[in-house]
Protein backbone atom coordinates (compact mmCIF):
# COMPACT_ATOMS: atom_id res chain seq x y z
CA UNK A 1 0.00 0.00 0.00
CA UNK A 2 1.50 3.48 -1.38
CA UNK A 3 1.63 5.33 2.10
CA UNK A 4 3.59 7.99 4.18
CA UNK A 5 4.39 6.95 7.49
CA UNK A 6 5.55 8.84 11.18
CA UNK A 7 6.75 8.06 14.06
CA UNK A 8 5.90 8.72 16.68
CA UNK A 9 2.52 9.29 16.65
CA UNK A 10 2.32 11.11 20.46
CA UNK A 11 5.39 12.22 21.96
CA UNK A 12 5.45 14.39 25.27
CA UNK A 13 9.19 15.39 26.01
CA UNK A 14 10.75 18.33 28.03
CA UNK A 15 12.35 21.34 27.09
CA UNK A 16 15.84 20.75 25.58
CA UNK A 17 16.01 16.93 24.81
CA UNK A 18 17.05 16.24 21.44
CA UNK A 19 14.12 14.47 19.40
CA UNK A 20 13.92 12.91 15.94
CA UNK A 21 10.52 12.40 14.45
CA UNK A 22 10.71 9.75 11.39
CA UNK A 23 9.16 9.92 8.03
CA UNK A 24 9.35 7.69 5.15
CA UNK A 25 7.24 6.78 1.90
CA UNK A 26 7.31 4.28 -0.25
CA UNK A 27 6.31 5.77 -3.73
CA UNK A 28 9.46 6.55 -4.74
CA UNK A 29 8.82 10.11 -4.94
CA UNK A 30 11.39 12.91 -4.83
CA UNK A 31 9.59 15.65 -3.32
CA UNK A 32 9.10 15.58 1.25
CA UNK A 33 8.14 17.87 3.25
CA UNK A 34 7.30 18.81 6.50
CA UNK A 35 4.73 20.80 7.89
CA UNK A 36 3.30 21.81 11.51
CA UNK A 37 -0.43 22.79 12.25
CA UNK A 38 -1.63 24.81 14.53
CA UNK A 39 -4.92 26.06 15.49
CA UNK A 40 -6.28 29.37 14.26
CA UNK A 41 -3.20 29.02 11.68
CA UNK A 42 -3.43 25.72 9.46
CA UNK A 43 -0.36 24.05 8.07
CA UNK A 44 3.11 25.55 7.69
CA UNK A 45 6.19 24.51 5.64
CA UNK A 46 9.12 23.93 7.92
CA UNK A 47 11.56 22.13 4.99
CA UNK A 48 11.42 20.37 2.34
CA UNK A 49 13.21 18.36 0.04
CA UNK A 50 13.42 18.37 -3.70
CA UNK A 51 15.59 14.93 -3.89
CA UNK A 52 18.48 13.15 -2.10
CA UNK A 53 21.11 15.78 -0.21
CA UNK A 54 18.98 18.58 -1.12
CA UNK A 55 16.76 20.69 1.22
CA UNK A 56 15.37 23.75 1.65
CA UNK A 57 14.15 26.28 4.29
CA UNK A 58 9.85 26.80 4.19
CA UNK A 59 8.15 29.32 6.07
CA UNK A 60 9.15 28.67 9.55
CA UNK A 61 12.51 26.11 9.60
CA UNK A 62 13.59 28.48 12.81
CA UNK A 63 14.72 25.72 15.82
CA UNK A 64 14.59 22.68 13.48
CA UNK A 65 16.35 20.59 11.10
CA UNK A 66 16.20 17.92 8.59
CA UNK A 67 18.09 15.61 6.23
CA UNK A 68 17.58 13.49 3.30
CA UNK A 69 20.52 11.13 2.70
CA UNK A 70 17.85 8.12 1.25
CA UNK A 71 15.12 8.85 -1.03
CA UNK A 72 12.48 7.28 1.16
CA UNK A 73 13.43 9.24 4.38
CA UNK A 74 13.26 12.37 5.50
CA UNK A 75 13.64 12.79 9.73
CA UNK A 76 12.82 15.84 11.65
CA UNK A 77 15.33 16.94 14.50
CA UNK A 78 14.56 19.26 16.91
CA UNK A 79 18.08 19.94 18.87
CA UNK A 80 16.67 21.75 21.50
CA UNK A 81 12.77 21.51 21.92
CA UNK A 82 11.36 24.19 23.34
CA UNK A 83 7.12 24.81 24.33
CA UNK A 84 6.17 26.90 21.41
CA UNK A 85 7.30 24.05 19.27
CA UNK A 86 4.67 21.75 21.02
CA UNK A 87 1.67 21.51 17.38
CA UNK A 88 0.46 18.59 15.42
CA UNK A 89 3.41 18.23 12.79
CA UNK A 90 2.86 16.47 9.29
CA UNK A 91 5.36 14.76 6.46
CA UNK A 92 4.33 14.75 2.91
CA UNK A 93 5.38 13.60 0.08
CA UNK A 94 4.89 14.23 -3.79
CA UNK A 95 6.21 12.52 -7.30
CA UNK A 96 8.67 15.58 -8.27
CA UNK A 97 7.60 18.24 -6.14
CA UNK A 98 5.76 20.21 -9.00
CA UNK A 99 2.96 22.47 -7.97
CA UNK A 100 0.63 19.95 -10.29
CA UNK A 101 1.83 16.85 -7.94
CA UNK A 102 -0.68 15.47 -5.67
CA UNK A 103 0.78 15.30 -1.93
CA UNK A 104 0.34 12.72 0.15
CA UNK A 105 0.26 13.25 4.10
CA UNK A 106 1.16 11.00 6.78
CA UNK A 107 -0.89 10.41 9.72
CA UNK A 108 0.45 13.16 11.77
CA UNK A 109 2.88 13.48 14.96
CA UNK A 110 1.56 15.28 17.81
CA UNK A 111 4.47 16.57 19.71
CA UNK A 112 4.18 18.55 23.39
CA UNK A 113 7.08 20.28 24.86
CA UNK A 114 7.00 20.56 28.42
CA UNK B 1 3.18 38.17 -1.09
CA UNK B 2 0.94 35.04 -1.26
CA UNK B 3 -1.55 33.69 0.89
CA UNK B 4 -4.77 31.82 1.61
CA UNK B 5 -7.82 32.78 3.50
CA UNK B 6 -10.85 30.73 4.75
CA UNK B 7 -13.35 33.30 6.10
CA UNK B 8 -15.58 30.60 8.11
CA UNK B 9 -13.30 29.14 10.93
CA UNK B 10 -16.72 26.78 10.76
CA UNK B 11 -20.14 25.73 9.72
CA UNK B 12 -22.52 23.79 10.79
CA UNK B 13 -24.81 22.43 7.88
CA UNK B 14 -27.88 19.88 7.92
CA UNK B 15 -27.62 16.64 7.01
CA UNK B 16 -28.72 16.93 3.17
CA UNK B 17 -28.38 20.63 3.13
CA UNK B 18 -25.91 21.98 0.36
CA UNK B 19 -22.69 23.08 1.42
CA UNK B 20 -20.16 26.03 0.65
CA UNK B 21 -17.07 27.06 2.15
CA UNK B 22 -14.91 29.95 0.81
CA UNK B 23 -11.64 30.77 0.29
CA UNK B 24 -10.12 33.57 -1.11
CA UNK B 25 -6.37 33.64 -2.11
CA UNK B 26 -3.29 36.25 -3.19
CA UNK B 27 -1.12 35.60 -5.73
CA UNK B 28 0.41 37.32 -8.48
CA UNK B 29 0.84 34.97 -11.63
CA UNK B 30 -1.41 32.47 -12.69
CA UNK B 31 -2.42 29.86 -8.68
CA UNK B 32 -2.10 26.15 -8.63
CA UNK B 33 -5.54 25.89 -6.13
CA UNK B 34 -6.18 22.98 -3.87
CA UNK B 35 -8.73 22.11 -1.25
CA UNK B 36 -8.17 19.14 1.31
CA UNK B 37 -10.15 17.62 3.82
CA UNK B 38 -8.94 16.27 7.54
CA UNK B 39 -11.03 14.04 9.15
CA UNK B 40 -10.29 13.54 13.34
CA UNK B 41 -6.89 11.86 13.98
CA UNK B 42 -6.16 11.38 9.75
CA UNK B 43 -3.70 13.27 7.66
CA UNK B 44 -5.03 15.31 5.21
CA UNK B 45 -6.32 14.16 1.16
CA UNK B 46 -6.79 16.03 -1.68
CA UNK B 47 -10.24 16.60 -2.75
CA UNK B 48 -9.73 18.23 -5.89
CA UNK B 49 -7.10 20.33 -7.79
CA UNK B 50 -7.46 23.01 -10.19
CA UNK B 51 -4.37 24.78 -12.08
CA UNK B 52 -6.01 25.86 -15.55
CA UNK B 53 -9.00 24.87 -18.24
CA UNK B 54 -12.70 24.56 -17.19
CA UNK B 55 -12.98 26.67 -14.21
CA UNK B 56 -15.38 24.74 -12.15
CA UNK B 57 -13.58 21.28 -11.29
CA UNK B 58 -14.95 18.13 -10.20
CA UNK B 59 -13.19 16.36 -7.37
CA UNK B 60 -13.93 13.12 -4.79
CA UNK B 61 -16.39 12.05 -2.45
CA UNK B 62 -18.83 14.42 -4.68
CA UNK B 63 -17.19 17.97 -4.38
CA UNK B 64 -16.50 20.58 -6.71
CA UNK B 65 -14.97 23.78 -6.59
CA UNK B 66 -15.26 26.83 -8.78
CA UNK B 67 -12.22 29.04 -9.68
CA UNK B 68 -13.39 32.50 -10.66
CA UNK B 69 -10.31 34.75 -11.14
CA UNK B 70 -12.22 38.20 -10.94
CA UNK B 71 -13.10 37.17 -7.03
CA UNK B 72 -9.55 35.64 -6.32
CA UNK B 73 -11.42 32.64 -5.16
CA UNK B 74 -12.07 28.93 -5.20
CA UNK B 75 -14.88 27.96 -3.33
CA UNK B 76 -15.45 24.61 -2.74
CA UNK B 77 -19.55 22.94 -2.97
CA UNK B 78 -21.38 19.72 -2.14
CA UNK B 79 -24.83 19.64 -3.28
CA UNK B 80 -26.36 17.76 0.19
CA UNK B 81 -23.76 16.67 2.80
CA UNK B 82 -23.41 13.29 4.45
CA UNK B 83 -22.16 13.16 8.38
CA UNK B 84 -19.30 11.64 7.25
CA UNK B 85 -18.55 14.68 5.52
CA UNK B 86 -17.80 16.32 9.28
CA UNK B 87 -14.31 17.33 8.86
CA UNK B 88 -11.60 20.33 8.54
CA UNK B 89 -11.46 21.63 5.17
CA UNK B 90 -8.15 23.69 3.98
CA UNK B 91 -8.10 25.47 0.65
CA UNK B 92 -4.05 25.80 -0.06
CA UNK B 93 -2.07 27.21 -3.04
CA UNK B 94 0.90 25.99 -4.69
CA UNK B 95 3.66 28.70 -5.22
CA UNK B 96 7.42 29.42 -6.28
CA UNK B 97 9.63 29.51 -3.07
CA UNK B 98 11.65 32.21 -2.97
CA UNK B 99 15.10 29.04 -3.27
CA UNK B 100 13.15 28.35 -6.45
CA UNK B 101 11.47 25.16 -4.91
CA UNK B 102 7.70 24.85 -4.66
CA UNK B 103 6.09 25.39 -1.47
CA UNK B 104 2.31 25.20 -0.35
CA UNK B 105 0.41 27.86 1.73
CA UNK B 106 -2.58 26.49 3.20
CA UNK B 107 -5.71 28.11 4.86
CA UNK B 108 -6.16 28.07 8.03
CA UNK B 109 -8.95 25.80 7.71
CA UNK B 110 -12.72 25.72 8.02
CA UNK B 111 -14.51 23.50 9.87
CA UNK B 112 -17.40 21.38 8.99
CA UNK B 113 -19.85 20.34 11.74
CA UNK B 114 -22.89 18.45 10.32
CA UNK B 115 -26.22 17.96 12.27
CA UNK B 116 -28.45 15.33 12.18
Known amino acids: EAQVTQNPRYLITVTGKKLTVTCSQNMNHEYMSWYRQDPGLGLRQIYYSMNVEVTDKGDVPEGYKVSRKEKRNFPLILESPSPNQTSLYFC?????????????FGPGTRLTVL | AQSVTQPDIHITVSEGASLELRCNYS??????LFWYVQSPGQGLQLLLK??????LVQGIKGFEAEFKRSQSSFNLRKPSVHWSDAAEYFC??????????????FGAGTRLFVKA
Open chain 2, 50 to 55: YFSGDT
Open chain 1, 92 to 104: ASSLSGHLTDTQY
Open chain 2, 92 to 105: AVGAVADTGGFKTI
Open chain 2, 27 to 32: YGATPY
